[in-house]
């Protein structure tokens, strides 16, 4: 024991209603027991028991003169203050506090088992503690906790909510950052995304984000979809190691007026009837990148015009970050996934995959040696006209990099955009024509269905 007193790493979780607010809570009554000398970032981890939210973790770091047994009882004590009841073994818990380490003790006491007896084998105890207290001794392994945290099954995911959180994680990155920014609501199409990330980077970083900036006045934002806790049990189970969460005054401040312009990308296709649609999109892109200092950035291509115009973006401001297109995901009529899928009646639903099948209409034509590119745009328009409620945007062939209208003859690279409105719904969808002319895009052939 120093003057000070022993150092306690204490584990925090919880599941149950206000749990951010009870950390805190904890937080202040342990204040009261030592000087605390800090508080690990907060990370999500999946339930061990059956049917219930997924927990928020953390670990503070206690100095304190009380022996491990008192200080057991006042954890307990702090438990139950948070409406903590000890029925159910797994069951869902507004407060747990767990005694992970006391100095370097060592006890077999049953009551008072010190280190914890599963600090080692449990991500969401030892993780917060190891970026806690990197250079903790556990005095059983013999070892640090920056070194043991290495060797556990990373099954749990930092909750970034703000952007100084977001900095801290990526300087603790020590490898490749692959970024998937998003607006929530995920779905397949997300997830595959995520999935690629993994592949592409050590650490996968998503942003959920519902950017007010890129929606119109009479837009969707007041009643876009969101499902917080359904889309961070997706990203655990697909073991993301970030997931930056924001709201919009954190995002932007009171005085925010900057935005970034392009010139040309913007005024084609969805930039016709989206006004400022994709200034909002840079504008948010350009801060994250700025944020989060990735150096893969995954983008699906179902939103083609986003694509380009990013590409454009990072190329023209030298942002050092590569972009990976991946293909679209489908469902299994040639749906394209969107979250606005889900404003769909079942009747507009099954309207819905007259936009994919415009476009495999068109590729077919292209493949059996049509060139003309308004024969292929009438070709399209006419399976289009199927839906009958379907109200038309666009229905377009467009050069792939500079988004203006193909003139003269269609060729392989070629874009095949649709976008219209079923009911209040706005879709879009597109597909390359025949092989690749330019190898950073994905080949259409490899996409399903
Ligand atoms: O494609 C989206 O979901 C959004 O436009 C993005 C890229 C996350 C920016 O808000």
Redesign the pocket.
């Known amino acids: 024991m120093t003057e000070a007193g022993v150092s306690a790493l204490i584990g925090l979780g919880g599941n149950l209603g206000a749990v951010a607010e009870r950390f805190a809570a904890a937080q202040a009554a342990l204040g009261s027991l030592g000087r605390v000398r800090g508080r690990a970032p907060d990370f999500w981890s999946l339930p061990l028991g059956p049917e219930q939210p997924i927990f928020r973790n953390s670990a503070l770091w206690l100095e304190t003169k009380l022996p491990a047994r008192q200080l057991l009882t006042a954890l307990h004590k702090i438990e139950s203050d948070q409406g903590r009841q000890r029925d159910l073994r797994w069951g869902p818990r507004t407060l747990d506090l767990d005694l992970l380490y006391y100095g370097d003790a060592i006890s077999y006491d049953s009551n008072c088992r010190i280190p914890h007896p599963h600090v080692r084998e449990r991500a969401f105890a030892l993780g917060p503690a190891a970026v806690l207290a990197p250079e903790h001794r556990d005095p059983e392994a013999g070892r640090c906790l920056a070194a043991l945290y290495q060797e556990t099954r990373r099954d749990i995911m930092e909750a970034l909510t703000s952007k100084a959180e977001l900095r801290a994680f990526r300087k603790r990155c020590t490898g490749r950052l692959a970024f998937v920014?998003?607006?929530g609501a995920l779905h397949e199409g997300h997830l595959s995304l995520v999935r690629q990330a993994r592949e592409l980077g050590d650490h996968v970083l998503v942003?959920i984000?519902?950017?007010p900036l890129?929606f119109g006045p009479q837009e969707d934002l007041a009643r876009y979809p969101r499902d917080p806790e359904g889309d961070r049990r997706k990203l655990l189970e697909l073991g993301v190691d970030g997931l930056f969460e924001i709201e919009s005054p954190a995002m932007y401040g009171a005085h925010h007026e900057t935005r970034i312009v392009q010139e040309r990308l913007p005024r084609h296709l969805c930039g016709l009837s989206r006004s400022g649609h994709f200034e909002?999109?840079m504008t948010?892109?350009a801060k994250?990148l700025l944020l989060a200092s990735p150096d893969v950035m995954l983008?699906?291509r179902k939103?083609f015009q986003?694509t380009v115009v990013?590409q454009r973006m990072i190329t023209d401001l030298d942002f050092p970050v590569e972009l990976h297109i991946a293909p679209t995901t489908r469902e299994a009529d040639g749906l394209a996934l969107s979250?606005r899928n889900a404003y769909l009646s079942p009747e507009q639903r099954a309207q819905a995959c007259c936009l994919s099948q415009a476009l495999f209409a068109g590729e077919r034509a292209f493949a059996a040696g049509e060139t003309d590119p308004r024969a292929l745009e009438r070709l399209m328009a006419a399976e289009l006209a199927q839906a009958r409620e379907l109200v038309v945007e666009y229905c377009t062939l467009v050069d792939p990099n500079t988004l203006d209208a193909r003139s003269g003859a269609a060729r392989a690279g070629d874009v095949a955009l649709v976008a219209g409105r079923l009911g209040k719904t706005r879709l879009i969808d597109n597909r390359l024509l025949g092989a690749v002319a330019d190898p950073r895009l994905p080949d259409p052939l490899a996409e399903n269905p």
Request: charged share 5%; proline share 5%; hydrophobic share 45%.
């Open positions: 920014p998003t607006m942003s984000f519902v950017n890129q909002g999109v948010v892109v994250l983008l699906g939103d986003q990013l979250s």
